[in-house]
């Protein structure tokens, strides 16, 4: 008798990543200097502070860390919330308000398990998300025992879903809303009037909305409005809201997995709850280091002006063509160029240049699947490159 697997795990999709390996498989790249622009994983230099940090706490690796995290880090993103969305000083309690996560990944996943009951009105507990979405709301709903819903996020509504297009019967099984701002893979931002709607729908709903805030601190000009800042205008009051931020992007650390969440206290102590039985924890020196991170904006600024310069590029390059906008937040290029799938081929056969076809972030044949989603995380010169190549083979 083969091992008992849980059935739910056969409903998860293989990762785009490997969707890709696969449509690649076969091809060989065009040019001897391949370029990788289909994973978001950021590539500019962390931090020196990181490896002084690690190294000064390096007696710590022989202690277990505490799951809720040292006093010292919660306060330290407490007050970057703080400073981030001029928030009033008492508004996030680093003892009941924030909890570390492991990278926002393992946190955005876990959370499902936390909120999920069995049945919501009677049937499967609903889980909404927007289309295109980061595959790991997907997996947690799955997982957690509830179906997904997918909010279709258009060009033409600005990437964000529609609030009014959600019957009542929906919100009345929804327990989770995942929203992404800066959006993965549109770069689409929620403005303070969008969140505050759908933060009293989610009240109104019972239902938590979990906020993925990864992005916050990679954009051009605007910082992007955050959900914390809609809830301070709402009364600060953080009931039914939970908002993620990674040092991934923000501190191009993206092996160092820290993050935190920071919202409903009430949810947040269940969390933890089951976090100290089954939780990842972040090892003392690494939380130290990210208490560093976390206290400094300077290397944040150093990281944008890299991004930025990366943009004005990408506009020389390729205005004009392919539907290419700035986006209002985060590191990648959403470019219409057809067939995404298409395109990915032709571009890693002829060009070299790897990237990521829309539809592998999306549910099914929605206008993702006309879409390239291109990671600006290589050097400068690689990304013109890059570009210049793309330009040229999708011409
Ligand atoms: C939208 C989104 N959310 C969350 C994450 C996870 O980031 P981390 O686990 O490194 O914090 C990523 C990483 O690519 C992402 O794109």
Redesign the pocket.
């Known amino acids: 008798m083969p091992a008992p697997i849980n059935p739910r795990l056969a409903r998860l999709d293989d990762y785009p990543f490997r969707r890709l390996d696969r449509l690649l498989d076969g091809l060989s790249p065009a040019s001897d200097r391949p370029i990788v622009m289909s994973i978001?994983e950021p590539r500019h230099r962390p931090p020196p502070i990181v490896a002084e940090t690690l190294q000064r706490h390096a007696s710590e690796w022989g202690r277990y860390p505490p799951t809720r995290g040292t006093d010292a880090l919660r306060t330290a993103c407490a007050e970057w919330l703080t400073r981030r969305y001029r928030l009033p000083e008492a508004m996030i309690d680093p003892g009941r308000h924030v909890l570390p996560v492991g990278?926002?990944?393992e946190g955005?996943f876990a959370v499902a398990l936390a909120a999920m009951p069995e049945t919501r009105g009677g049937r499967a507990p609903l889980v909404l998300m927007p289309d295109p979405f980061?595959q790991v709301y997907r997996g947690a709903a799955v997982v957690a025992g509830a179906e997904p819903v997918f909010l279709p996020c258009t060009r033409a509504g600005g990437f964000l879903p529609d609030l009014d297009a959600i019957p009542d019967g929906v919100w009345e099984r929804t327990v989770l809303f995942y929203l992404?701002s800066p959006a993965?893979p549109q770069g689409a931002v929620a403005d303070r009037q969008y969140l505050a709607r759908l933060i009293a729908r989610v009240r109104s709903a019972g239902a938590l909305l979990v906020m993925?805030e990864?992005y916050a601190e990679i954009y051009s000009e605007v910082p992007p409005v955050g959900v914390l800042e809609a809830v301070r205008e709402l009364g600060g009051e953080l009931a039914n809201v939970v908002s993620f931020h990674?040092l991934?992007k923000r501190s191009n650390v993206?092996g160092l997995r820290s993050?935190f969440v920071a919202g409903d206290a009430v949810f947040l102590e269940a969390f933890l709850r089951m976090r100290t039985y089954g939780g990842g924890q972040q090892p003392l020196p690494v939380q130290a280091a990210a208490t560093e991170l976390w206290r400094d904006d300077a290397h944040v600024e150093e990281n944008r002006a890299l991004y930025r310069r990366k943009f004005e590029a990408a506009a020389d390059i390729l205005d004009g063509r392919f539907g290419f906008f700035l986006p209002a937040g985060g590191f990648f290029l959403w470019l219409e160029v057809g067939d995404g799938e298409q395109a990915a081929r032709n571009l890693w056969g002829t060009a070299g240049v790897k990237v990521m076809p829309g539809g592998y972030l999306a549910s099914e044949a929605g206008e993702a699947v006309r879409h390239i989603r291109v990671a600006l995380v290589p050097p400068i010169d690689v990304v013109r490159t890059g570009l210049e190549r793309l330009a040229e083979a999708l011409g």
């Open positions: 978001g990278g926002t990944r955005l980061y992404c993965n993925d990864c990674s991934s993206p993050g």
